[in-house]
């Protein structure tokens, strides 16, 4: 897919017209670790129990008042945002407190979908059949949204609904940075990458793969302009990138999975085409799940399509034991080119010590060669879909101190 389609193309063309391009927005450039390391986190972050709740019984149909997921929604934004400046954090976000899934918020915002879709398992889960029994039980008489259940299809052309929602998501979390009075360096948004909507909402409605896609790119691209024309970087989730490897790829050769990368790639660039590459960060890992993850495609096999992603930063698990030592491969970013590196598993409730968030640091500015270009961030998020996060709040905000103490430390070490 060297070009979108002729009918995504002409809905692109006709979307930038309407929206004009970001390049002169005023907006400044990603912020570097000029004197320190700077915190970041990938993005979700626990939500209330009650907010939860909503969520899951509006997923399982059942009657909820949105007014009420509203307002519970925005009171727990304006918590998350002050939690995240006492804790020390310098680029943070609106810990994704009012949609239900990092991914699945989007049923109610894209036009298309319906019906009820299936998602294929991990291939480590189902390699350890008693691991995963009990990793299927972990959420039994729980309150979840779960990535793999309630799931819907295309089933008719995909398109932006409404903007107004995505409007009025960035005019709350601007009124909480704006409450919040300062204390953090610079604020981001999330958006999920068309393949991994491509991945999990199954196509029945479009020719070909690439059909969907398209139409998912020119979609999505209403969401990521708004978010930088509000003033926020914008934090691309890309789990696909990796993930599909080892669950719709799992029986295919790598060369398809590399194809269907690459595939991806040039919808997110083109989705892009009017957003500053340093305005954007784009993440990647392998799922945020607890598991053997010894299915995990390499990181080296993945990373060439990747490097050609149009952003100025890429956001990298290296705190797992899986992917530790995959920092090394950060001598191939482009010089402009930003890292935020997961120093802080988000699977397990071990508090990490600040000296090794510190050496992790150290690691990954060796191989980048510049400090300047490093930020310290977790693996993934702790709360991607509400309620199946691992981690215990309270151990949550925990290992984000030792994440910003850790950092001060590499500071000292590396800056002086």
């Not at 304006?78 to 995240?84: D, E, H, L, S």
């Not at 480590?124 to 779960?146: C, H, I, M, N, W």
Request: contains cysteine.
């Amino acid at each position: 897919m060297a070009q979108c389609s002729n009918e995504a193309q002409d809905r692109r063309e006709g979307l930038s017209t309407l929206t004009g391009t970001l390049h002169a927005t005023g907006c400044e450039t990603m912020q570097r670790s000029e004197t320190r390391i700077l915190t970041t986190h990938a993005g979700s972050l626990p939500r209330p129990v009650e907010l939860t709740s909503l969520f899951a019984r509006r997923v399982r149909g059942q009657a909820v008042d949105p007014a009420a997921i509203a307002a519970q929604g925005r009171a727990a934004l304006r918590a998350i945002v002050g939690k995240q400046i006492e804790t020390g954090l310098d680029v943070i976000d609106d810990g994704e407190q009012a949609r239900d899934s990092f991914v699945l918020y989007l049923r109610h915002r894209l036009t298309g979908l319906g019906g009820t879709g299936a998602r294929s398992t991990h291939a480590d889960l189902d390699k350890y059949p008693a691991y995963k029994a009990e990793f299927q039980g972990r959420t039994a008489g729980k309150d979840t949204v779960s990535n793999r259940a309630h799931l819907p299809k295309a089933v008719g052309a995909v398109a932006y609904a409404d903007p107004s929602a995505i409007e009025g998501e960035l005019r709350d979390f601007r009124a909480a940075l704006d409450e919040a009075g300062g204390g953090y360096v610079e604020p981001f948004l999330t958006a999920p990458s068309p393949g991994i909507i491509a991945s999990i909402v199954q196509n029945e409605h479009y020719d070909s793969f690439e059909r969907y896609l398209d139409a998912l790119s020119v979609a999505l691209q209403v969401e990521y302009e708004a978010i930088v024309r509000h003033g926020f970087l914008l934090q691309l989730d890309c789990p696909d990138l990796a993930l599909e490897r080892h669950t719709s790829y799992r029986d295919r050769p790598l060369g398809d999975f590399v194809g269907f990368v690459e595939l991806v790639v040039t919808a997110i660039n083109n989705a892009l085409r009017n957003i500053p590459r340093d305005r954007v960060r784009l993440h990647v890992c392998w799922g945020n799940y607890e598991g053997p993850h010894d299915c995990d495609v390499p990181l080296a096999d993945i990373l060439p399509p990747i490097l050609k992603a149009n952003v100025g930063c890429l956001s990298l698990p290296f705190a797992n034991p899986r992917h530790e030592h995959e920092y090394r491969l950060m001598r191939h970013l482009a010089d402009d080119q930003l890292v935020i590196a997961g120093v802080i598993d988000t699977q397990t409730n071990f508090v990490e010590h600040p000296e090794v968030v510190a050496d992790r640091l150290q690691r990954v500015a060796a191989a980048v060669g510049d400090p300047r270009r490093v930020l310290a961030g977790t693996d993934c998020g702790f709360d991607t879909s509400a309620g199946m996060g691992r981690v215990a709040e309270d151990v949550v905000w925990a290992k984000l101190r030792a994440l910003t103490e850790g950092a001060d430390i590499a500071s000292r070490r590396m800056f002086g």
